[in-house]
């Protein structure tokens, strides 16, 4: 990306973005990437480096292990490898091992699931490869402290065998003359030491002439001599010689492995910078989560679509002192390419314009940005800032001049993957003849088809914003009661300045005030005052819509729980019935059960039986009073339906019921036991014992 000036990077504060990053990352090579953070204009790299940042935060976020944790620096060791007779130390070489076990660990990681779960993850290592035959060379040589094995050649253990016992030998023949010696007592209190790689005695000094010898020296305040035995030099002297055999072999076999190991120096390279690629992209992914950075959608051209998008660093800074911090929206697109903000000093106009531009700048740099997901971000090819005072003692150019220098650069060099930023357009010259040059300004980079954000006090260029096609006003809100910013921007409206009304806060004399005020034009006053007022009616109907919407949601909560009621009343309205229906269906099986084994006895008595009549009668029996059951329980339904037996005696005129069949009628005639009963037409002859005495249900039951 074009930068202009170049100070714009740290005008935006850029590069406390890239220190926040340096913060988290572990090694040198993510470290300088991070210092030389590069800001892409190809949207194929910019979205790889987005989506590699997403992935590893999800991974973060759900807790997972990614096998990066080694911090390894091997820049020196690797480069000495490449080099023809260079030799690596053991340690240096357990470094390179581990260089290669954590390779190891990340492609073992990186099984079939998780290759399609993190793509852009597994894109870092798809080019290479890894190689055991590294971690198997070094193991044959070097044991786990990065010692030479006994094993790493014949010499060698042939070395260390005779070593042994040479060390073995003088052990024995010096603790017998420090034995000699003590007994004789030349011996001082720490008895033994080593000089010059050889073992020496500890002898007071006023006999160190009785001790036969050679005089390696003194301590300090000439107490006690060290004195090598006369009997211990020669193996000493051998002792020495194999220790140099086997420094030789030692540095022969590492020189040796470090040449075999040479071939894999690229590899081994590109190992190293996969690791610190890996550290760089957590290293991006703990910014985004520090930052409540997401990955918005990506368009490849120019756009700008910022929905609760917040400025990085004063988010950092209001978490830390407990403050809260104001979102906003912003929507530049092909038919609203301008936003001109106006409103009241120190209202967040400026810090409205770096939040667009630095969240810009991250993009590009495949930084994940604390905007909502859903925010729609383009690629720019230039950016463009003019912010503060640019006054120059160089070259004698006033703030103005430096100020039109500046929007002849832009006016000369943008175009339609352009975004600029302008604080303050016109400022700095006389009001009517900087506005002047502020509107040719504004149309010659509408006809350049730029994007940009421009902060004005200028009416005109209020004015102009809201008859030219493809410039659009925008606000920062005030609360004029209280004399308050609210640090919201609000676009479709001019602002105020809110001039007088912050003067009449302050305490400013009355006097003063009304004399400014008709020193102003009369149609300026009324305009600025007309913007107060509508700035004003704008927050109460925000306000108002908020309820609104608050009550409507509150409407809709209740009506999902009044559907929900209805519905858990009809289910279980629906589980009673189909349990009802159950209960009479349970009846008639366990009704036809009986009767099936009522019917198997009367088969089974049927081919026993000599008198098949009695069991004709049987099955006559049951069948027959079965059916005479299921009438008499349809005509004693009917029966409950309308009356309701009262019993007592039988008495003339009575209405009574027939406990056969349930029918009733009228008492007409009693005759001893017997009475007459007229049902219907037909008179019956009944007999008293039985009938039963019933009487008409009310009507307010029959109703019911």
């Given at each position: 990306?074009?930068?202009?000036?170049e100070?714009?990077?740290l005008q935006?504060?850029?590069?406390?973005?890239?220190?926040?990053?340096?913060e988290h990352?572990?090694?040198e090579?993510?470290?300088?990437?991070a210092e030389?953070?590069?800001?892409h204009?190809?949207?194929?790299?910019?979205?790889?480096?987005?989506?590699?940042?997403?992935?590893?935060?999800?991974?973060?976020?759900?807790?997972q292990?990614?096998?990066n944790?080694?911090t390894?620096?091997?820049?020196?060791e690797?480069?000495l490898?490449?080099?023809?007779?260079?030799?690596?130390?053991g340690?240096?070489?357990l470094?390179v091992?581990?260089?290669?076990?954590s390779m190891?660990?990340i492609?073992r990681?990186?099984?079939?699931?998780?290759?399609?779960?993190?793509?852009?993850?597994?894109?870092v290592?798809?080019?290479?490869?890894y190689?055991?035959?590294?971690?198997?060379a070094?193991?044959e040589i070097?044991?786990?402290?990065g010692?030479?094995r006994?094993?790493?050649?014949?010499?060698l253990?042939?070395?260390?065998?005779?070593?042994?016992?040479k060390?073995?030998?003088?052990?024995?023949?010096f603790?017998?003359?420090l034995?000699?010696?003590?007994?004789?007592?030349?011996?001082a209190?720490?008895?033994?030491?080593?000089l010059?790689?050889?073992r020496v005695?500890?002898?007071?000094a006023?006999?160190k002439?009785?001790?036969?010898g050679?005089?390696?020296?003194?301590?300090?305040?000439?107490?006690?001599?060290?004195?090598?035995?006369?009997e211990?030099?020669?193996l000493?002297?051998e002792?020495?010689?194999?220790e140099?055999?086997e420094?030789?072999?030692?540095n022969?076999i590492?020189?040796?492995?470090?040449?075999?190991?040479?071939?894999?120096?690229?590899l081994?390279?590109?190992w190293h910078?996969?690791l610190g690629?890996?550290?760089f992209?957590?290293?991006?992914?703990r910014l985004?989560?520090?930052?409540?950075?997401?990955f918005?959608?990506?368009?490849d051209?120019?756009?700008?679509?910022?929905?609760?998008a917040?400025?990085?660093l004063?988010?950092?800074y209001?978490?830390?002192?407990?403050?809260?911090?104001?979102?906003?929206?912003?929507?530049?697109?092909d038919?609203?390419?301008?936003?001109?903000i106006?409103?009241?000093?120190?209202?967040?106009?400026?810090?409205?314009?770096?939040t667009?531009?630095?969240l810009?700048?991250?993009?590009q740099s495949?930084?994940?940005?604390?905007?909502?997901?859903?925010?729609?971000m383009?690629?720019?090819?230039q950016l463009?800032?003019?912010?503060?005072?640019t006054?120059?003692i160089e070259?004698?150019l006033?703030?103005?001049?430096?100020h039109l220098?500046?929007?002849?650069?832009?006016?000369?060099?943008?175009?339609?993957?352009?975004?600029?930023?302008?604080d303050?357009?016109?400022s700095?010259?006389d009001?009517?003849?900087?506005?002047?040059?502020?509107?040719?300004?504004?149309?010659?980079?509408v006809?350049?088809?730029?994007f940009?954000?421009?902060?004005?006090?200028y009416?005109?260029?209020?004015?102009?914003a809201?008859?030219?096609?493809g410039?659009?006003?925008g606000?920062?809100a005030?609360?004029?009661?209280?004399?308050?910013?609210?640090?919201k921007?609000t676009?479709?409206?001019?602002?105020?300045?809110?001039?007088?009304?912050?003067?009449?806060?302050?305490?400013?004399?009355p006097?003063?005030?009304?004399?400014?005020?008709t020193?102003?034009?009369e149609?300026h006053?009324?305009?600025d005052?007309?913007l107060?007022?509508?700035?004003?009616?704008l927050r109460?109907?925000?306000?108002?819509?908020k309820?609104?919407?608050?009550?409507l949601?509150?409407?809709e909560?209740?009506?999902?729980?009044?559907?929900?009621?209805?519905?858990?009343?009809?289910?279980?309205?629906q589980?009673?019935?189909?349990?009802?229906?159950?209960?009479?269906?349970?009846?008639?099986?366990?009704?036809?059960?009986?009767?099936?084994?009522?019917?198997?006895?009367?088969?089974?008595?049927?081919r026993?039986?000599?008198d098949?009549?009695e069991?004709?009668?049987?099955m006559?029996?049951?069948?027959?009073?079965?059916?005479?059951?299921?009438?008499?329980?349809?005509?004693?339904?009917?029966?409950?339906?309308?009356?309701?037996?009262v019993?007592?005696?039988?008495?003339?005129?009575?209405?009574?019921?027939m406990?056969?069949?349930?029918?009733?009628g009228?008492?007409?005639?009693?005759?001893?036991?017997?009475?007459i009963?007229?049902?219907?037409?037909v008179p019956?002859?009944?007999?008293?014992?039985?009938?039963?005495?019933v009487?008409?249900?009310p009507?307010?039951a029959?109703d019911d």
């Open positions: 990306m074009k930068i202009f000036p100070s714009a990077l935006l504060e850029f590069d406390k973005v890239k220190a926040l990053l340096a990352c572990n090694t090579y993510a470290r300088s990437m030389d953070l590069r800001i204009t190809r949207r194929d790299f910019i979205e790889l480096e987005l989506r590699q940042s997403h992935e590893f935060k999800l991974l973060l976020q759900n807790g292990y990614f096998p944790d080694h390894l620096n091997l820049a020196r690797l480069k490898l490449s080099i023809p007779g260079a030799v690596l130390s340690e240096q070489f470094q091992r581990r260089l290669a076990e190891d660990s492609f990681w990186f099984d079939s699931e998780r290759r399609i779960a993190y793509p852009a993850l597994t894109k290592i798809e080019n290479t490869h190689e055991k035959a590294i971690v198997k070094i193991d070097l044991d786990e402290s010692t030479v006994d094993t790493a050649s014949q010499d253990a042939d070395i260390r065998l005779s070593l042994y016992r060390r073995n030998e003088l052990r024995r023949v603790d017998r003359i034995s000699k010696l003590g007994k004789a007592g030349y011996v209190d720490i008895e033994e030491s080593f010059n790689g050889r005695v500890a002898i007071f006023e006999h002439r009785q001790v036969k050679i005089l390696h020296g003194e301590s300090d305040t000439r107490r006690t001599s060290f004195v090598e035995p006369e211990t030099i020669e000493n002297n002792v020495f010689s194999l140099h055999a420094s030789k072999e030692v022969r590492l020189r040796e492995l470090t040449a075999r190991l040479s071939g894999y120096a690229p081994l390279q590109v910078d996969i690629e890996y550290d992209i957590r290293a991006k992914a985004a989560i520090d930052m409540n950075g997401n918005p959608q990506l368009l051209k120019s756009h700008v679509g910022l929905r609760q917040y400025h990085p004063l988010l950092l209001n978490r830390k002192n407990n403050k809260p911090t104001i979102p906003t929206d912003i929507t530049l697109n038919k609203d390419r301008l936003l001109v106006s409103g009241p000093n120190a209202g967040g106009k400026t810090v409205t314009l770096k667009v531009g630095l810009q700048l991250m993009l495949g930084l994940l940005v604390p905007v909502h997901p859903d925010s729609e383009g690629i720019f090819k463009m800032i003019h912010i503060g005072d006054q120059s070259f004698e006033s703030t103005y001049s430096s220098k500046n929007m002849k650069y832009f006016m000369e060099n943008a175009n339609g993957r352009t975004l600029f930023f302008i303050e357009l016109g700095g010259s009001p009517n003849l900087g506005g002047a040059f502020a509107e040719v300004i504004l149309e010659e980079l006809r350049k088809h730029a940009g954000i421009v902060t004005t006090h009416l005109n260029l209020k004015v102009m809201g008859k030219t096609a410039i659009i006003n606000a920062m005030f609360d004029e009661t209280n004399l308050l910013p609210l640090y921007l676009v479709g409206k001019p602002g105020s300045s809110y001039t007088f009304s912050i003067a009449e806060r302050i305490g400013l004399e006097r003063l005030i009304q004399r400014a005020r020193l102003v034009d149609d006053f009324r305009l005052k007309l107060n007022a509508t700035e004003q009616d109460d109907l925000e306000k108002k819509e309820d609104l919407n608050r009550l949601r509150e409407n909560k209740l009506k999902k729980e009044m559907e929900a009621l209805i519905h858990r009343e009809r289910h279980e309205q589980v009673e019935l189909l349990k009802h229906q159950n209960k009479i269906t349970e009846e008639r099986i366990a009704y036809l059960r009986e009767m099936e084994r009522k019917l198997r006895q009367i088969v089974l008595d049927w026993k039986a000599e098949k009549n069991v004709i009668k049987q006559q029996a049951l069948l027959f009073k079965q059916k005479e059951k299921q009438v008499n329980e349809k005509v004693r339904k009917k029966f409950d339906a309308k009356y309701t037996e019993g007592g005696s039988v008495e003339l005129g009575n209405k009574v019921m406990k056969k069949n349930h029918q009733v009228t008492v007409k005639e009693i005759r001893g036991k017997k009475a009963v007229q049902v219907g037409l019956i002859t009944v007999e008293l014992a039985d009938l039963t005495v009487q008409d249900k009507q307010e029959l």
